[in-house]
């Protein structure tokens, strides 16, 4: 006899340890030193704004009635995620958007922004040289081509952080491990494998997505169990039987756990043909009469072979794919097939259409 070897999968594949995520910064600023790309000034009043508002700020006063029309200069949005546990100092990358009629940002440089959490604190302040994949040209005559996306780039580690994101782990020693895949078969081999392997009593699942496993409440101490807690391996639960439509390409993933009830399908078509033509009834050379055109219409009716085959009561994938294959069902014939089947009760999977 072959034994078939189990698939498990690490504990860090199959969780997220609660509190540890990474959290989303946004600012504003200027991108400044552009080929004339920038924002057309008069479309776009908030930039001229900025750029008064950083002039004063540099002792530099702007005339009320002088209106400076900058074509280097773009309003733009920055945002980034900043890690979990991220430190004063470390660098993290930023994407730059426009937020004007600014026609690229390539070449620009962003001046220096300060970015804000959720909460309104400042978290980290970017600056730097951009990078722009996209590319867009431009002729007299109106032409245009376009590669990509100018009007947005990166930075890389193009923003400092300046203060750590609040930590949400509980300090009691208590580590709740969420699952990525709520099952409530995986949540409870999970917790009798921790305590398999750490003592009965240390973990216990509260529900489908959550396993709530007792730590030690020294911070170092924690930090060691939890390596240790990512490297078990458990058997996660078998996925649920799904079928996934993509209307919009025609795709169809059908999960191999799908099975149906006792079923005969019907496959035909009937085509439709509708032809318009025009008879001209022309009268002869010394008649009085008038040229008179008339339309005709023939219709023409076309059923194609119907074929019917057995389902049986829980056949697998392959089977499902050979009879369907051998009617000749096209992907469309096919959606309806399964779609027929999910109305009639006899698909036992999720039918599920993107």
């Known amino acids: 006899m072959l034994a078939v070897p189990a698939s498990a999968d690490r504990v860090k594949d199959l969780v997220n340890v609660a509190g540890v995520r990474e959290n989303q910064l946004v600012g504003y600023g200027l991108v400044v030193g552009l080929s004339g790309t920038g924002d057309q000034t008069s479309q776009a009043p908030f930039t001229i704004?900025?750029?008064?508002?950083?002039?004063?700020?540099?002792?530099?006063?702007?005339?009320?009635?002088?209106?400076p029309q900058l074509k280097n200069v773009a309003a733009?949005?920055?945002?980034?995620?900043?890690?979990?546990?991220?430190?004063?100092?470390?660098?993290?990358?930023?994407?730059?958007?426009?937020?004007?009629?600014?026609?690229?940002?390539?070449?620009g440089s962003l001046l220096m922004a300060p970015m804000m959490g959720a909460d309104g604190q400042v978290y980290a302040v970017?600056?730097?040289?951009?990078?722009?994949?996209?590319?867009?040209v431009e002729g007299n005559d109106g032409s245009r081509v376009t590669v990509n996306i100018p009007s947005a780039g990166r930075i890389p580690n193009g923003a400092i952080v300046e203060r750590p994101a609040?930590?949400?782990?509980?300090?009691?020693?208590?580590?709740?491990?969420?699952?990525?895949?709520?099952?409530?078969?995986?949540?409870r081999r999970l917790s009798e494998k921790i305590n398999e392997f750490f003592g009965a009593g240390t973990?216990?699942?509260?529900?489908?997505?959550?396993?709530?496993?007792?730590?030690?409440?020294?911070?170092?101490?924690?930090?060691?169990?939890?390596?240790?807690?990512?490297?078990?391996?458990?058997?996660?639960a078998e996925a649920r039987a799904r079928v996934v439509v993509n209307s919009r390409t025609g795709t169809i993933v059908i999960g191999g756990n799908v099975r149906v009830m006792p079923t005969a399908v019907t496959h035909g078509s009937l085509t439709v043909s509708v032809t318009e033509r025009v008879d001209i009834s022309q009268p002869n050379a010394f008649a009085d009469?008038?040229?008179?055109?008339?339309?005709?219409?023939?219709?023409?009716?076309?059923?194609?072979?119907?074929?019917?085959?057995?389902?049986d009561a829980g056949v697998t994938l392959e089977e499902i794919v050979k009879a369907i294959n051998q009617v000749g069902a096209a992907p469309g014939d096919l959606v309806a097939i399964l779609e027929a089947l999910n109305q009639a009760g006899a698909l036992r999977a999720e039918l599920l259409v993107i």
Not at 77 to 98: E, R, Y
Not at 126 to 136: E, I, K, N, P
Not at 289 to 309: K, L, N, P
């Open 126 to 136: 970017a600056q730097g040289s951009l990078l722009v994949s996209g590319l867009g």
């Open 203 to 236: 973990a216990s699942a509260m529900d489908s997505a959550t396993v709530k496993v007792l730590g030690p409440s020294s911070a170092d101490r924690r930090v060691t169990f939890i390596s240790m807690l990512e490297e078990l391996e458990v058997d996660p």
């Open 166 to 187: 609040p930590s949400q782990m509980a300090s009691n020693g208590e580590v709740m491990l969420n699952l990525k895949t709520p099952d409530f078969t995986t949540a």
């Open 76 to 107: 733009v949005t920055i945002h980034a995620n900043l890690p979990a546990f991220a430190k004063p100092g470390q660098t993290i990358d930023v994407t730059v958007s426009s937020i004007g009629n600014a026609a690229s940002l390539r070449g």
């Open 289 to 311: 009469g008038q040229t008179v055109a008339a339309g005709r219409s023939s219709i023409d009716v076309a059923e194609s072979g119907s074929r019917m085959f057995l389902l």
């Open 49 to 67: 704004q900025s750029i008064r508002n950083m002039l004063t700020g540099f002792g530099v006063r702007v005339p009320d009635n002088v209106n």
